[in-house]
């Protein structure tokens, strides 16, 4: 079982994402920071939008609702913990709830951490994982409604997934990321040879998303931590970073 997915780069370092099944022709977007990008992604495609998946209240995550809901007339599902805070919202899910793209069943995460009511969207079939600004490639969001041990509780349910998810995050923070990394733990040497691949990358104008849960927990150093007061220790240190 697959899901086709469009990666679509917008403002200065969000992605968006088109989620789309051939068999039932349905589409959702996952996080539209933005909508005209969006609505001409699908267009190009021939692809109907029929929902919108909202991780988090953020306004570079719901920005564009209201005018994907009026041009498409999809349904808006969010997180529970943050419904009264997102535009349009139709369904209001938390953790062991599921929504559908098609046939393609998607079980929701609570995963608390960078906002109180912060969700993630696990496609197990499709080896596929949409986690917002909870977890970023070699970094995890600011703690800005939640605290380490919150945080830290959201990565173990990553964790736990199998090696081989595909993981979609929010922001092209990876090159960021990996330089505090290399900070955290100048002895991990898969960091260093990460780093490298990832300045290649952005250096050719390529995203270095997505990343996989195998990755992160060999190079990621808040799926590192071994306990929540190190997460916050980690997180305090990357919020004062300035290399």
Not at 208 to 223: D, S, Y
Request: aromatic share 6%.
């Amino acid at each position: 079982m697959t899901l086709d997915v469009v990666q679509i780069p917008v403002l200065n370092d969000n992605y968006v994402y088109l989620v789309h099944d051939a068999d039932s022709g349905e589409t959702a977007v996952i996080d539209p920071s933005v909508a005209a990008p969006v609505l001409d992604a699908a267009a190009s495609r021939g692809w109907r939008i029929t929902q919108i998946l909202n991780t988090h209240w953020h306004p570079d995550h719901v920005g564009g609702n209201a005018e994907i809901k009026a041009a498409t007339g999809c349904r808006i599902t969010g997180p529970a913990g943050e419904a009264e805070k997102i535009t349009g919202i139709d369904r209001a899910v938390s953790e062991g709830d599921t929504v559908h793209i098609g046939a393609q069943e998607g079980r929701v995460i609570d995963v608390p951490g960078h906002t109180a009511g912060h969700n993630a969207y696990y496609f197990e079939g499709a080896g596929l994982l949409f986690c917002g600004d909870t977890l970023f490639a070699m970094g995890c969001g600011r703690l800005f409604e939640g605290t380490p041990a919150d945080m830290f509780a959201s990565l173990r349910k990553f964790a736990a997934l199998p090696p081989e998810t595909r993981v979609y995050c929010a922001h092209e923070y990876t090159a960021a990321n990996g330089r505090f990394a290399l900070t955290a733990e100048p002895a991990n040497e898969a960091i260093a040879a990460r780093q490298d691949r990832v300045l290649a990358l952005r250096e050719a104008g390529e995203p270095t998303v997505p990343t996989t849960i195998e990755q992160e927990l060999a190079t990621n150093p808040f799926m590192r931590a071994d306990s929540a007061e190190e997460l916050g220790r980690r997180r305090a240190a990357k919020d004062a970073f300035k290399g």
